[in-house]
Structure formats: structure tokens, C-alpha cells
T-cell receptor, first 115, second 111 residues
Framework: GENVEQHPSTLSVQEGDSAVIKCTYS??????FPWYKQELGKRPQLIID?????GEKKDQRIAVTLNKTAKHFSLHITETQPEDSAVYFC??????????????FGKGTKLSVIP | DGGITQSPKYLFRKEGQNVTLSCEQN?????MYWYRQDPGQGLRLIYY???????QKGDIAEGYSVSREKKESFPLTVTSAQKNPTAFYLC??????????FGDGTRLSIL
């Protein structure tokens, strides 16, 4: 089955700096890659996703890049703010049929933005 | 206000007891999911349902059961066969392609 590795497990950045979180996956059939943000004590939120026919996707200060050849994808947060502090999870799935419902998650990255 | 409601927020299970976690959604989503979250771990899929009256096992279904009799409801029963039930349980829904909206979770502990 699919295996998703996420790095780093913790990340501290100064407010205003950029943060990058990387994930690798094992199943070359995977083609859907969402990212979730979970603030302390709150529910996870889907913040951005990308399909394998797209190399990069942006939404304001966040962006996701995908390298299918190397089987890795990354979350980029620019101009970080204290409210970006949370645990971020990456995930992967085959994105079609029954497989589209079965995401495999990374173990999460705890991002701390220092004011 | 559309969303997912999980109850109770905290639940305690005695030895040999089955307990049921409630999940209701008013988003009109066809797909619903149950995930388990342990400290330092990602989310692991217990069961998912693509449509009413249908559900599939996820990666860690042993010791759990579900039903999907209504589109809005997807209750999870943690049976006595689940020997390590202490965890944070999250329900989610979507139109497809994995979970889009999550509930606030139920924290289950053993007495």
C-alpha cells in the first residue's frame, strides 16, 4: 500500500519568513495530494490540494508543488504569521474510484511561528 | 450553518463495553469517514462510506463497526474487541477525493 513520509516533524520560523514542509510517497499511482492544517485542540481543515496533472498551485500565501518523477510534494508558506502555527498534514491517494476515498496521511509537522 | 456534528466530545469506556460515537452532517455530502488520531501520528482511516447503505473497511477496521442508514448519519461503534481504544476520533465528509470537512472530534478513554 501507499506510504507517506513527512519532514520535518517540527519547524520553527521567525514571523515573516517562509516555511517549507516536504512529503514523499511510494505509490506511483497516487495522483491526489491534499494538505490539512490542525490548530491546537481544533478540527483539521483542508487548506490546499493538487492533482498530478498540475505541477504547482497557489492560494494567497500558501502554495503546493509536486514532482511526480521524484514522488514528492511540498507545502510552501510565505510571509508566515503567528496564526499559521499549527500541525500540518500531507496526504496522498489514487484520486479515482474507490481509491479516491482512501487517503494515506503523513505523521504531521508542527509549525511554530515566532513573533 | 452547514457542518459536521460529533457527539459526545468526551467518552469513557468500561472493560467489555461497546460504545457508539455519533456523527451527523448537513452538508449533503455523499461520502463520510471515520479516522483515528493518536499522539504524534497522522490520521488513520477506520471506515468510509461512499453512499447510503454502503461502507468499506479502512486500514484499521478491526474492533470497530459502522452503519450508514441515512445520508446525514454515520455512527461508529467501538466494540470490546478493540483492545486499545484510547484515541481521538474524527468524523469527516466529502463529495469525493478524500475528506473535505471534519467534525470537532470525540476523545475516548478507558475507565
Amino acid at each position: 500500500g501507499e506510504n507517506v513520509e513527512q519532514h520535518p516533524s517540527t519547524l520553527s520560523v521567525q514571523e515573516g519568513d517562509s516555511a517549507v514542509i516536504k512529503c514523499t510517497y511510494s505509490d506511483s499511482a497516487s495522483n491526489y495530494f491534499p494538505w490539512y492544517k490542525q490548530e491546537l485542540g481544533k478540527r483539521p481543515q483542508l487548506i490546499i490540494d493538487i492533482r498530478s496533472n498540475v505541477g504547482e498551485k497557489k492560494d494567497q500565501r500558501i502554495a503546493v508543488t509536486l514532482n511526480k518523477t521524484a514522488k514528492h510534494f511540498s507545502l510552501h508558506i510565505t510571509e508566515t504569521q503567528p496564526e499559521d502555527s499549527a500541525v500540518y498534514f500531507c496526504a496522498a491517494s489514487t484520486g479515482s474510484g474507490a481509491g479516491s476515498y482512501q487517503l494515506t496521511f503523513g505523521k504531521g509537522t508542527k509549525l511554530s511561528v515566532i513573533p | 450553518d452547514g457542518g459536521i456534528t460529533q457527539s459526545p466530545k468526551y467518552l469513557f469506556r468500561k472493560e467489555g463495553q461497546n460504545v457508539t460515537l455519533s456523527c451527523e452532517q448537513n452538508l449533503n455530502h455523499d461520502a463520510m469517514y471515520w479516522y483515528r488520531q493518536d499522539p504524534g501520528q497522522g490520521l488513520r482511516l477506520i471506515y468510509y462510506s461512499q453512499i447510503v447503505n454502503d461502507f468499506q473497511k479502512g486500514d484499521i477496521a478491526e474492533g470497530y463497526s459502522v452503519s450508514r442508514e441515512k445520508k446525514e448519519s454515520f455512527p461508529l461503534t467501538v466494540t470490546s474487541a478493540q483492545k486499545n481504544p484510547t484515541a481521538f476520533y474524527l468524523c469527516a465528509s466529502s463529495l469525493g477525493l478524500g475528506p473535505q470537512h471534519f467534525g470537532d472530534g470525540t476523545r475516548l478513554s478507558i475507565l
